[in-house]
């Protein structure tokens, strides 16, 4: 193990204590003219509660940390929150925030003549020395370009120098940036709270002379690619042919990673809004990765292992932040809370102090087989609204192909507790458009809809809720066809229907929107040209339904001879793909495998609790899965931290810790083992074999 692995992410970095500037932002008087020309002008202030002030003069680097949506979504990611925080927690640099303006604002600025500019202190976005973009969803790419143009940055990368801001990006979609590569001159691959730190540092030591030069050093840093630095060429039919490094022993970027995530200091101050924002309350994250493997899901790919924070302090933590904030909402993050595995005495623990403040605690991501009584009690012992479940397919077959390992009397028995504790209605999130689908697994969906509704009696509101599947870079389906907008609404029309004869509820996606994401999704660098025109013609927050101009897109597609339908194509498994380079950690060569046991219908276990089926993410040694649990609650040993004594004590010994369907373990010598007793033992450890590329 490496010692900077171990070593708190701040550690050394910076020893001198941060100094904050106690007096309120000063709002230069040209920006407070425009305050009353917008709506909702609370987006623009910048003067919540727990926002940095500093004395930009007493800094070496100004980082102004990005967002391309607007404030209402921006400040409700816990992501931006985390950098924000902890880069705000050096003495040399300077953190703050900057959203896209909503399209009045956008209107006003141009009007007026004044640049895009940062809450705290209405500093231009030019004269920060870096700017850090968040790239959560293909459909914000024009707003970045309409930041960097109001922000007064040129936007090609190739045309800025040293006197202009170092523009970097990180998120899931930094996994195939190649369509927005053109306009980055670096980008984060994986977990960015080490990678950001470092940039800062290599810009702070950089004489500003060089802009090669600072790329250069960049390109050094682990999880840092410069895309300057790969050129990609194309065969005469349009495929990739290969990307090109400028340096051949650095052929591939592999993503950062932080080993455990208890390393990164929890959250120091909590920003409190002064408007309403669409995630309104405290927010922790409790773990980062998961091993479930759902074949459509790309998070679930490039951000293993999996990595559990300790629950202890946790929970000294919510009560810090929610007695700061004065939330009375907590949120506990992650991409499967249901499956952190100490989130029933984590849970029982919370509400004994929160329930009697009134204080409500969510799991917003749970799947269907990790409920269970115990979850589902103490979370309605506050708030019962509405309650979501994510089934994502309707029949058996189709949740086997794509791995969802729950059963439809689960989902049935599940939605019985829910609604017999007391909660009055029921989301279902579904896909359409999965590889394999067929109508009986649209009716599946409507049949295990109306279900769930008999579960309740048909007396509580449930409704369907059905995004259409777009292939993900990194997933085992990211070789798969993507469906037409004219299937897409040719399957939403049978579901609209269908439900709509048993009075059951319906929501769907733009199929536009879908189709657009899926281009941008999966495609290359040459898509840069048409996001450039798109931009000029006029598209802003494209996914938004009542604002994507289709007509615009259209005519950008045209103008540039690019055929969207192209990117929605299947893939040959041997073609070379846009992102090849960008290596997310798990191998080509086991999405390949897992793409063949999707179509198999053969589910693959859970390296958390069964085996390791080596994906490629761990290396054993500084990276593998870390788990908290006490022995058996999961029905495994834990492969990473320590069992912990607070957990332990949380739950009495004599309690029957729930196992949920975990009852039965296949150790190491392929025995069957009973999950609440077997004792942690050698044949339980991994089998090392380094996966092929
Ligand atoms: S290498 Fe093995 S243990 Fe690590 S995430 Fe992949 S399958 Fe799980």
Not at 68 to 83: D, K, M, N, R, T
Not at 120 to 140: A, C, K
Not at 339 to 353: F, G, H, Q, V
Request: net charge positive; aromatic share 8%.
């Amino acid at each position: 193990m490496r010692a900077s692995d171990r070593a708190p992410i701040l550690l050394a970095r910076d020893p001198r204590p941060h100094r904050y500037v106690r007096t309120p932002p000063r709002v230069a008087v040209e920006y407070q003219e425009l305050f009353r020309l917008v709506d909702k002008p609370g987006r623009y202030l910048g003067n919540e509660r727990g926002a940095v002030r500093k004395d930009p003069s007493a800094v070496r680097v100004r980082f102004a940390l990005a967002f391309p949506e607007v404030y209402e979504i921006a400040q409700s990611h816990l992501g931006l929150q985390i950098l924000y925080d902890l880069l705000n927690r050096r003495a040399d640099v300077y953190c703050e925030r900057v959203y896209a303006p909503w399209l009045d604002m956008e209107a006003e600025l141009r009007r007026h003549g004044l640049r895009l500019a940062s809450l705290e202190t209405f500093t231009p976005l030019d004269r920060f020395h870096i700017v850090g973009f968040s790239l959560q969803y293909e459909l914000t790419y024009t707003n970045i370009l309409a930041m960097l143009d109001l922000g007064g940055i040129p936007l090609l990368a190739s045309e800025r120098d040293a006197r202009h801001p170092l523009v970097i990006a990180g998120g899931p979609c930094a996994f195939n940036s190649e369509p927005i590569a053109p306009f980055l001159d670096a980008v984060v691959l994986g977990d960015g709270e080490d990678a950001v730190l470092d940039v800062a540092d290599a810009y702070r030591d950089w004489d500003r002379r060089d802009r090669a030069e600072l790329l250069a050093r960049l390109a050094t840093i682990d999880g840092v690619y410069v895309p300057a630095h790969f050129t990609p060429e194309y065969h005469s039919d349009g495929r990739l042919a290969a990307i090109v490094p400028r340096d051949p022993a650095r052929p591939t970027v592999r993503k950062r990673i932080v080993a455990d995530l208890n390393r990164v200091p929890l959250l120091g101050r909590q920003l409190v809004p002064t408007m309403d924002i669409v995630h309104d309350r405290v927010a922790l994250e409790v773990m980062r990765g998961c091993v479930k493997g759902c074949r459509f899901c790309q998070a679930g790919y490039i951000y293993r292992p999996l990595r559990e924070r300790d629950p202890q302090p946790l929970l000294a933590h919510t009560e810090k932040l929610l007695k700061e904030s004065g939330y009375d909402a907590v949120s506990l993050l992650s991409l499967t809370t249901g499956d952190y595995s100490c989130i029933n005495p984590l849970l029982a623990e919370l509400m004994t102090k929160l329930a009697p403040q009134r204080i409500a605690v969510s799991l917003p991501s749970t799947r269907v087989d990790a409920l269970d009584d115990h979850l589902l009690t103490e979370i309605k012992r506050v708030r019962k609204t509405g309650f979501t479940l994510a089934p994502e397919a309707g029949t058996q077959r189709l949740r086997d192909v794509i791995q969802k390992e729950y059963r439809e009397d689960e989902l049935i028995q599940a939605a019985e507790l829910i609604f017999g504790l007391g909660w009055r209605s029921l989301k279902l999130y579904f896909m359409l458009g999965l590889p394999t689908e067929t109508e009986e697994d649209l009716r599946g969906l409507v049949a295990l809809t109306h279900g769930v509704s008999a579960a309740g009696g048909h007396r509580h509101p449930v409704t369907a809720s059905v995004s259409t599947f777009v292939p993900k870079p990194h997933t085992p389906f990211q070789w798969a066809p993507q469906i037409t907008v004219a299937e897409t609404e040719a399957r939403q029309s049978l579901l609209r229907r269908e439900l709509k004869r048993r009075r059951l509820g319906f929501k769907w996606h733009d199929a536009r929107l879908s189709y657009l994401e899926g281009v941008f999704s999966r495609g290359d660098r040459r898509l840069a040209a048409v996001l450039l025109t798109a931009f000029r013609l006029g598209c802003r927050f494209d996914g938004w339904s009542d604002q994507c101009r289709w007509d615009l897109w259209q005519r950008a597609f045209a103008d540039n001879d690019v055929d969207p339908d192209w990117y929605h194509r299947r893939r040959v498994l041997d073609e070379v793909l846009p992102w090849d380079h960008l290596d997310s950690g798990v191998a080509k060569s086991y999405l390949q495998r897992e793409l063949a046991v999707a179509f198999a219908r053969t589910l693959t276990p859970d390296c958390s609790i069964e085996r390791c089926t080596y994906c490629g993410a761990c290396d054993f040694t500084s990276v593998r899965n870390v788990t908290f649990h006490p022995h058996g609650a999961k029905g495994s040993v834990s492969h990473g931290g320590t069992v912990d004594p607070w957990a332990r004590a949380a739950m009495p010994a004599d309690t029957a810790w729930p196992t949920r369907n975990w009852t039965r373990l296949v150790d190491g010598g392929r025995r069957s083992v009973d999950a609440r007793t077997a004792e942690p033992s050698s044949a339980l450890s991994h089998r090392h074999r380094a996966p092929s590329k």
